[in-house]
T-cell receptor, first 110, second 115 residues
């Protein structure tokens, strides 16, 4: 069975410092992986996706993620956090439907 | 484009009452998904439609839940009778088959509270 594990339920950073949100996946074959973002009281928005093309994927708002098969990881990064990045982030794996991780809440302090 | 529209945004009801949640997908999208989000269980897919036809309803919790899509621009999720454990945020999402199936566009959600 395919699944994703988000290793941190909360991450706090200062504005201007790097962001790292960790995700590990479990899959019997090469998966499609995604990151979605949910701002408070809003629906989810696709941030970026990996579908077996380039292993380094760039998304919106300066985010990127790297697919590492040897580590079964798909961590989300951003070089410099903005206050507007504060939100909940979901790592998602595709089976015949999307399976969402439990989410990581990102706080950004001024 | 107005995006995916859901109504109501908030619903408070008493246990045993019928609740109907509504969704208007993005025009031209032919997939529609209903999700439920709770603190305990996270985000769960309840059911999805393709061209108005239900494809997978294995996530629907029990017979108290039903969903319909009478046309390409409207879907409902009904709970009858409602129970306190149904309290959650319910999201509707849509996507385009000829585009990227997984790029689902989510509505703002309906926050349901059953007392």
């Amino acid at each position: 069975a395919q699944s994703v594990t988000q290793l941190d339920s909360h991450v706090s950073v200062s504005e201007g410092t790097p962001v790292l949100l960790r995700c590990n996946y479990s899959s019997s074959y090469s998966p499609s992986l995604f990151w979605y973002v949910q701002h408070p009281n809003k629906g989810l928005q696709l941030l970026l996706k990996y579908t077996s093309a380039a292993t380094l994927v760039k998304g919106i708002n300066g985010f990127e993620a790297e697919f590492k098969k040897s580590e079964t990881s798909f961590h989300l990064t951003k070089p410099s956090a903005h206050m507007s990045d504060a939100a909940e982030y979901f790592c998602v794996v595709n089976t015949d439907k999307l399976i969402f991780g439990t989410g990581t809440r990102l706080q950004v302090f001024p | 484009d107005a995006g995916v529209i859901q109504s109501p945004r908030h619903e408070v009801t008493e246990m045993g009452q019928e609740v109907t949640l509504r969704c208007k997908p993005i025009s031209g999208h032919d997939y529609l998904f209903w999700y439920r989000q709770t603190m305990m269980r996270g985000l769960e897919l309840l059911i999805y439609f393709n061209n108005n036809v239900p494809i997978d309803d294995s996530g629907m919790p029990e017979d108290r839940f039903s969903a319909k899509m009478p046309n390409a621009s409207f879907s409902t999720l009904k709970i009858q009778p409602s129970e306190p454990r149904d309290s959650a945020v319910y999201f509707c999402a849509s996507s385009l088959a000829t585009g990227d199936y997984y790029e689902q566009y989510f509505g703002p959600g309906t926050r349901l509270t059953v007392t």
